[in-house]
């Protein structure tokens, strides 16, 4: 799962072909992409409009709705956003005007959205901060660069997981099977976390080692400080490498399986992302070989 080399390898395949299609769908070109398709006349303003709006709704539901098992877990505006995403792609890829070639600035067209999620996020999370009484009120706090860090890998996690979700939601005609699997998975998702930060920040593992190997070397204790910034460094070096790893993982599946979307209606997105992060060579190879047993069937036809 966390092996850095091959997660490295996996984010830089998707994630070198996002830019291209980024420049594409905002080139204010209109003859580069069909955008006024899914978001009508003025489709950047409506990108960010939109945005606003879902992070508007999220948080006020955050704030004034109803206690849910588990909800002070879940991110509700990028839940929002997400939702409002997912639905108006999904009316256009089902709704009969979807072409194999609009998967790019189709998908770059979320980039935009999930970014402002990712900036507004820790602001709303200041908000929310309320000291428990007075003293705690008047006591300084600090924050470090490791903290920082630490913060900026928490916001790029938001993404990871709004990508996989949208893009669960867009490849599934049956969305109700689709929601259950996808909450599974980022149930899963979200203890794969809660544990990699138990280890690295709470137990401490790396700055242990790493201290009783310099003693033992030099005679000298590391200070606390120092071994709080190598715990922060390390999980914001592995979890940020991971998460990129899965936006990457998602582009390059979902886009290798746009047209069977097209043409079937269907992909079960997520086992081809499980199975492009555990072995991208080996899901590679499955693709080449589905192709090619579409051309043969094409050319079979009468």
Known sequence: MYDPKRLYRIAHQGLSDLWPALRLAFNRDPSDDRLNLVYGPWPRATVIALAVAGILLGESWARLGPALPFGEYVHW???????????LIRRYLFGGDA????FPWLAASLVPAFA?????????????????????????????????????TDE???????????????????????????GVRLAVFKVMVWVTALVLLEI????????AMVHALTGWSMPEWLKELSDQLSYAGLL?????????????????????????????ILDAIVAQANDPEAAARRERRRQRKERKRASRAP
Request: hydrophobic residues 55%; proline residues 4%; contains cysteine.
């Open 99 to 102: 072409r194999d070639d609009d």
């Open 156 to 182: 790029i996690g938001i993404a990871a997981a709004m990508t996989i979700a949208v893009a669960t939601l867009c490849f599934s005609r049956r969305w109700a099977r689709a929601l259950f699997d996808l």
């Open 204 to 211: 401490e593992i790396v700055s242990r080692v790493v201290g």
């Open 240 to 268: 940020t490498v991971a998460y990129l790893a899965v936006i990457g993982a998602t582009w390059t599946v979902c886009r290798r399986s746009f047209p069977e979307l097209l043409e079937h209606g269907q992909v079960n």
């Open 116 to 152: 402002l999620v990712m900036l507004v996020s820790p602001l709303l999370g200041i908000t929310r901060v309320q000291p428990a009484d007075a003293a705690a009120q008047a006591e300084p706090s600090t924050v470090g660069l490791g903290d920082v860090l630490v913060a900026v």
């Open 77 to 87: 505006p990028a839940v929002a956003v997400g939702a409002i995403f997912a639905a």
